[in-house]
């Protein structure tokens, strides 16, 4: 089978290897890929600027597969069904895992990020981790994942129908963070550094209040709400300065949720913090249960992922087609690979 392996930041390698044909263990299945979204891990690790991630790697997490082969013993999944993959890994079950936060166990590792993902033609993984669905396509399984980290962020964030919601960054995970945002009931604003994404986001989600990133934000969002602040702010930026601004942004007894991550320490003014009895959260990733639940409701309509779909890419010319991802800028929303 074939495979695809960044060797070093920028540097793609191509080989062949044996498919997957040893026998399976008793829960263990052996899919096809059939499908991957390219997520920003994969393009911040082929420019070198991934935290917490080692060459060579195999990248490819956000995938949908198709069950060739199950162990004697799995039953939630049965031959040719296609699937949303889970890539969330615990090697070990400590203590946030008996309690059941598998998002954020001691022992995590991501496929595609810390071991290796879904550029190869197949994989062999434990079923426990695939979600199948009978009537979305290959497009929307592979976009399962980076919309369960908005939902996930969500949940977080407790969000009431009464609250004032403003997502920060309208790249794919600020989009799955507002449509999320959208089914509580709340009213939600979208604020991003980009027109293009701004437009993007009305295009796609139907949000009506939107934010241009400019030297009188706070003034901006007080003119749309009428002298108030959002009760919540997600940040799904994963950029320190506007991560740290949201303390300005958020109203007295709000709610701050950090989705995105920087190398680096956050630090903010206690006493404003406390004037504020602001609560400060952050949100890694997403539990097994949320995927359960998108797959519902895009099959009830409520939500469509491939409307995200800006580029596709053939899997077999990922090394010479992958660094044109950055020409598109504000108009590349989500690029697919393709088998």
Same mark, same amino acid.
């Given at each position: 089978m074939e495979v695809i392996r960044l060797k070093?930041?920028?540097?793609?390698?191509?080989?062949?290897?044996q498919k997957p044909t040893e026998t399976l263990e008793p829960h263990e299945v052996l899919v096809k890929v059939n499908k991957i979204g390219? $997520?920003?891990?994969?393009?911040h =690790?082929?420019?070198?600027k991934q935290p917490f991630f080692e060459y060579p790697?195999?990248?490819?997490?956000?995938?949908?597969?198709k069950v060739i082969a199950t162990g004697e013993h799995v039953s939630n999944v049965k031959v040719n069904d296609n699937c949303s993959l889970e890539p969330y890994y615990n090697e070990e079950i400590g203590q946030a895992v008996r309690r059941g936060k598998t998002n954020c166990g001691e022992h995590l590792r991501v496929l595609g990020v810390h071991v290796d993902g879904g550029m190869q033609e197949y994989l062999k993984i434990p079923a426990k981790f695939l979600h199948p669905s009978d009537t979305l396509s290959n497009d929307q399984l592979a976009l399962i994942e980076p919309l369960a980290i908005g $939902?996930?962020?969500?949940?977080? =964030?407790?969000?009431?129908?009464?609250?004032?919601?403003?997502?920060?960054?309208?790249?794919p995970i600020g989009l799955g963070t507002i449509q999320f945002a959208q089914l509580t009931g709340a009213r939600v604003l979208v604020m991003d550094i980009d027109t293009h994404k701004l437009n993007k986001a009305k295009e796609i989600t139907g949000i009506h209040d939107t934010i241009l990133v400019s030297d009188h934000i706070e003034k901006d969002i007080m003119q749309i709400l009428n002298g108030d602040l959002p009760t919540v702010v997600l940040d799904a930026t994963g950029n320190p300065t506007s991560m740290l601004n949201t303390f300005k942004y958020v109203a007295a007894g709000g709610t701050i949720?950090?989705?995105?991550l920087?190398?680096?320490d956050v630090v903010f003014n206690d006493p404003y913090f406390h004037k504020k009895e602001l609560t400060l959260m952050a949100s890694r990733a997403a539990l097994s249960s949320d995927f359960s639940r998108i797959i519902r409701l895009i099959e009830a309509g409520k939500i469509n992922p491939e409307t995200y779909i800006t580029h596709r890419i053939k899997f077999e010319e990922v090394p010479e087609t992958f660094e044109k991802l950055y020409e598109y800028g504000g108009d590349l929303v989500k690029a697919i690979i393709e088998f």
């Open positions: 070093a930041p920028g540097v793609w390698e191509k080989y062949k290897t390219v $997520c920003g891990t994969d393009l =690790a082929f420019k070198g790697r195999v990248l490819g997490h956000e995938l949908a597969v $939902c996930h962020a969500i949940d977080r =964030a407790r969000i009431q129908h009464d609250d004032i919601v403003l997502v920060i960054g309208a790249g949720v950090f989705i995105g920087f190398q680096g």
